[in-house]
C-alpha cells in the first residue's frame, strides 16, 4: 500500500472509530456530521469522500459489526455438533452481542426510523440477503445430514430470518435470562415443523 492510500485508510479509520464513539453515547439521530467533524479534525468534505453520507457511515460501522459477529460465530462454531444445537447457539450470540453492543441503540433508531436514500435501501438489502445465506446455508446442511425433514431451505431461511429480527425487536426491554428462554421457545417452535420423525 502506497504512503497515500495508507493515509486515506487511517483517516477512514479514525473517522469511523470516533462516529462510533459518538453514536454509541449520543445514538443515531443526535450525532450530526459536524460533531463527528470535530472529534476528528477531518473536513466534511474529507468524511463524505470516504462515506458519502452520515447514513452511509452508519451502514459502515453496522457492516464491520456485521463480520465481527460472522468471526465471533465461526470462531464459536464447532462447539456445537449438530445443526439444532448451532441454531441455539446462534440464538444465543445473538442476544448477547445486541445486549452489549454499543451500537445497538442507535441501529434501533436507524433501522426503525430512518428514512433511507435508495443506494442505503439496496445496502441494506443485500446485508439481510447475506444473513438469508448464512441461515440457507445451514439449514441446508440440516437437511442433507438427514437432521431436518426435506424442505425449502431458502424459505425456511428467510422464515428463520424473520423470527430473528421480530425476536430482536421485541425482546429489547427484557432481561438476559427471560431473553434467552423466549429465543430457545422460538427455535423449538421453528424446529418442531422441520425436524425429521422417524415413521
Do not use: C
Not at 450470540?93 to 441501529?107: E, R, S, V
Not at 430470518?161 to 423466549?182: A, H, I
Amino acid at each position: 500500500m502506497n504512503k497515500k492510500k495508507l493515509q486515506s485508510e487511517q483517516t477512514k479509520r479514525k473517522v469511523a472509530d470516533a462516529a462510533k464513539a459518538l453514536f454509541s453515547q449520543k445514538g443515531y439521530k443526535a450525532t450530526s456530521i459536524e460533531e463527528i467533524v470535530e472529534a476528528t479534525g477531518s473536513s466534511k468534505g474529507n468524511i463524505y469522500y470516504h462515506f458519502k453520507s452520515k447514513e452511509g457511515l452508519f451502514l459502515y460501522l453496522i457492516d464491520e459489526w456485521d463480520l465481527e459477529w460472522e468471526r465471533n460465530w465461526k470462531e464459536r462454531e464447532s462447539l456445537y455438533k449438530t445443526t439444532r444445537d448451532k441454531l441455539f447457539g446462534i440464538a444465543e450470540q445473538i442476544i448477547l452481542d445486541d445486549l452489549n453492543h454499543p451500537l445497538t441503540k442507535a441501529a434501533d433508531e436507524f433501522f426503525n426510523n430512518e428514512e433511507k436514500g435508495s443506494d442505503i435501501e439496496e445496502r441494506i438489502d443485500e446485508m439481510v440477503k447475506r444473513h438469508v445465506e448464512f441461515n440457507r446455508e445451514l439449514l441446508q446442511k440440516g437437511i442433507d445430514e438427514g437432521e431436518f425433514s426435506p424442505k425449502n431451505a431458502e424459505q425456511l431461511a428467510v422464515i428463520l430470518e424473520g423470527l430473528f429480527v421480530g425476536m430482536s425487536r421485541m425482546s429489547r426491554k427484557t432481561n438476559t435470562e427471560n431473553v434467552l428462554q423466549l429465543y430457545h421457545s422460538a427455535i423449538d417452535v421453528f424446529l418442531n415443523g422441520i425436524i425429521a420423525r422417524s415413521s
